[in-house]
């Protein structure tokens, strides 16, 4: 089951992403980010993006073996229909795209009483301002900093001045959501995205790509809280 709210992680949390893991090998290469805060798990079905990823039985396995709790990111067509199925598999957060959604608030409940987070994600060319009335249905946003589909793209700080806004909205209606970045994040651009009010970043090559995972992990938090202090 997913964690209570008493026991979720402190921001900045740091979620890698094992889209650049070795799928080969991914029961190890999970054990390797222990000290993180949740797996990133990308399910790309084809449609909604041009690549083709996990499916729930790859989750599934996924879900048995990992030693963080799963954050899923869903870039698929028709989430109304399939989102369910991954908290039903015990996917601590769900996050579905605004772009892909029929009723957005009516599966954020669904999903939070399946006992999952739900989050929402947009496009790096959607506006966020749809996003503001219903800011409490959610436990998370995830505003895309690359276009949704491969990893290892460049980081878009054009996306920052609407992350600022969402953060301003948020801080305005006293809701406690997560704001969570996903693409390019690394140790050149995790500290713009923080100052920028990310409290959760998803980092793909920037932790699987270092030698020593345990110590990026944990730079990547210090630079995130550096970050998000002005320092």
């Given at each position: 089951?997913?964690?209570?709210?008493?026991?979720?992680?402190?921001?900045?949390?740091?979620?890698?992403?094992?889209?650049?893991?070795?799928?080969?090998?991914?029961?190890?290469?999970?054990?390797?980010?222990?000290?993180?805060?949740?797996?990133?798990?990308?399910?790309?079905?084809?449609?909604?993006?041009?690549?083709?990823?996990?499916?729930?039985?790859?989750?599934?396995?996924?879900?048995?073996?990992?030693?963080?709790?799963?954050?899923?990111?869903?870039m698929i067509t028709d989430p109304d229909r399939?989102?369910?199925?991954?908290?039903?598999?015990?996917?601590?957060?769900?996050?579905?795209?605004?772009?892909?959604?029929?009723?957005?608030?009516?599966?954020?409940?669904?999903?939070?009483?399946?006992?999952?987070?739900?989050?929402?994600?947009?496009?790096?060319?959607?506006?966020?301002?749809?996003?503001?009335?219903?800011?409490?249905?959610?436990?998370?946003?995830?505003?895309?900093?690359?276009?949704?589909?491969?990893?290892?793209?460049?980081?878009?700080?054009?996306?920052?001045?609407?992350?600022?806004?969402?953060?301003?909205?948020?801080?305005?209606?006293?809701?406690?959501?997560?704001?969570?970045?996903?693409?390019?994040i690394s140790d050149a651009t995790i500290a713009?995205?923080?100052?920028?009010?990310?409290?959760?970043?998803?980092?793909?090559?920037?932790?699987?790509?270092?030698?020593?995972?345990?110590?990026?992990?944990?730079?990547?938090?210090?630079?995130?809280?550096?970050?998000?202090?002005?320092?």
């Open positions: 089951m997913p964690a209570s709210r008493a026991e979720l992680p402190a921001a900045p949390r740091i979620n890698p992403s094992i889209l650049a893991a070795d799928f080969v090998n991914m029961q190890a290469d999970l054990a390797r980010i222990a000290t993180a805060d949740f797996a990133h798990v990308d399910v790309m079905d084809n449609h909604f993006v041009p690549n083709l990823t996990f499916g729930p039985q790859m989750v599934e396995r996924i879900q048995a073996t990992s030693p963080i709790p799963l954050d899923v990111h869903l399939w989102a369910p199925g991954y908290a039903e598999l015990g996917a601590a957060s769900v996050t579905f795209h605004l772009e892909a959604a029929t009723d957005p608030v009516a599966l954020a409940r669904r999903l939070r009483s399946m006992g999952a987070r739900a989050g929402i994600a947009i496009k790096p060319g959607t506006a966020a301002e749809p996003l503001y009335d219903i800011l409490g249905e959610f436990d998370q946003i995830l505003v895309m900093t690359v276009e949704p589909g491969f990893g290892g793209q460049g980081f878009m700080p054009e996306t920052m001045p609407k992350l600022r806004a969402l953060a301003d909205e948020a801080k305005r209606r006293g809701s406690d959501v997560w704001l969570q970045v996903d693409g390019g713009q995205a923080a100052a920028a009010g990310a409290d959760t970043f998803v980092a793909g090559s920037a932790v699987y790509g270092s030698q020593d995972i345990e110590a990026a992990v944990t730079r990547l938090r210090g630079l995130a809280r550096a970050g998000s202090l002005g320092g």
